[in-house]
């Protein structure tokens, strides 16, 4: 299996005994034959074939990064263009019927602004068990985030002629409204909170200072921060888990969520009938990732960092997409794209002068940057839709539909210090 591939399953066929391949091919021949004989005769209109459409968003999120893009190319953190940047998101948000939050974000020396832009969307709660196996509705939340900003300014411009940013993170941010858009429509269990986020370019200003003010309350209550940036133009697209995943006995914990939006994928055979995968990097090498004096696996995590990472170090687990190739045998080789007509800066698109919708669609399929914007707004909608492990939405609780009891092992202490023993029960 390559590196940057998920694995897939095929069944082979095999003959019975004394039956050739042969035989069964002539037998299939006849049977579709059989049944496209009646089409045929009477023409291919009265032939009826449902084909169901996902992820059908139109280019409402395309047009979105589009226009970040070609008004505002040098949105630098805390530059007057990112201020302008940030006000076209939030009335685009405004539009949708969200009331918006606003959060002053400060550079580190404390003289230049920025603003994270926050939707808060109300969901009904989700049905857990407690150990008396009564169930008990609690509130749950997940974050969607993306930065807005770019990391060259106005002072860079005569120096990036084609330069706009769409990759990073014109594309995130259109992939975000787009979500926004959809989600309305919605009766969700989790409490959705979607960011536009500042001064990302400035190690992540913006998500920093949003995870600063949570409480541990909210932090608790956080089952998962999505974090979307540079989908575009890298040759495929990944998700990835956090660092947190790689602390021992936090493996399965921290990336349940990160395996659900494969299962989305799965599910809904997106690759067959959108042409789009969602790939995890299982390159395998081994070395210290997280630069805690370990070695790491380096499967289904990245070492590109961006505003996932406050969330991360505070043990919020992590899904983050981005578009990248991972099917290199070292990391020093990894880079977004082999595309032989984006090797200018080493096949590394963010942060360079290749960073342009002018370059990119001359050398992209024409609706790759529709396609991967609707499909990874569809695969985060679909995950948040699975509500949180082990509950149920009030839909289902009122449909009659039920938790499979929960084994509770209750040590048992013994005396004149035997060995203790456990006695299960069930919840």
Request: overall charge negative; some cysteine.
């Amino acid at each position: 299996m390559r590196k940057g591939q998920y694995m897939r399953f095929y069944h082979d066929d095999d003959c019975p005994k004394g039956k050739s391949s042969v035989y069964y091919r002539l037998i299939g021949l006849f049977l579709c034959l059989a049944f496209a004989l009646p089409g045929l005769l009477t023409g291919c209109g009265s032939v009826d074939k449902t084909v169901e459409v996902l992820a059908a968003y139109g280019d409402y999120g395309a047009n979105i990064a589009q226009t970040i893009a070609e008004q505002y190319p040098f949105r630098k953190a805390y530059s007057p263009e990112e201020k302008e940047a940030g006000a076209y998101i939030k009335s685009e948000f405004e539009k949708l019927g969200y009331t918006v939050e606003e959060q002053t974000v400060l550079s580190a020396d404390q003289t230049g602004t920025s603003t994270n832009y926050i939707v808060r969307i109300p969901g009904e709660g989700l049905m857990f068990q407690d150990l008396q196996g009564n169930y008990v509705l609690k509130k749950r939340q997940v974050i969607v985030g993306a930065h807005y900003d770019t990391k060259f300014g106005s002072a860079d411009a005569a120096a990036m002629l084609d330069y706009d940013g769409i990759q990073d993170n014109a594309c995130g941010i259109g992939t975000l409204l787009t979500l926004a858009r959809e989600i309305r429509t919605n009766s969700m269990g989790y409490d959705v909170v979607l960011i536009a986020f500042g001064a990302g370019s400035d190690s992540y200003a913006g998500a920093n200072t949003y995870a600063a003010q949570m409480t541990a309350d909210e932090i608790a209550s956080t089952d998962v921060m999505y974090c979307v940036e540079s989908i575009y133009a890298g040759d495929k697209l990944y998700a990835s888990a956090g660092w947190n995943s790689l602390v021992p006995g936090q493996k399965y914990e921290m990336r349940r969520k990160l395996y659900e939006v494969y299962d989305v994928v799965y599910e809904n055979s997106l690759s067959n009938k959108n042409g789009v995968d969602l790939l995890y990097n299982e390159s395998g090498l081994s070395f210290d990732i997280d630069g805690n004096g370990a070695a790491d696996v380096y499967r289904e995590v990245t070492t590109t960092l961006s505003d996932y990472v406050p969330f991360d170090r505070a043990g919020v687990p992590i899904v983050f997409f981005e578009s990248y190739d991972y099917n290199y045998s070292k990391t020093t080789d990894m880079k977004e794209t082999k595309n032989l007509k984006l090797q200018a800066n080493s096949g590394m698109i963010r942060r360079t002068s290749s960073d342009s919708l002018k370059i990119l669609e001359e050398a992209l399929p024409a609706d790759q940057l529709v396609k991967r914007i609707n499909n990874t707004a569809f695969i985060i909608l679909k995950a948040i839709e699975k509500g949180a492990h082990n509950s149920l939405t009030k839909a289902a609780y009122a449909d009659g539909a039920t938790i499979a009891p929960v084994i509770h092992v209750i040590a048992t202490v013994t005396p004149a210090g035997e060995t203790a023993s456990t006695a299960p029960a069930s919840s």
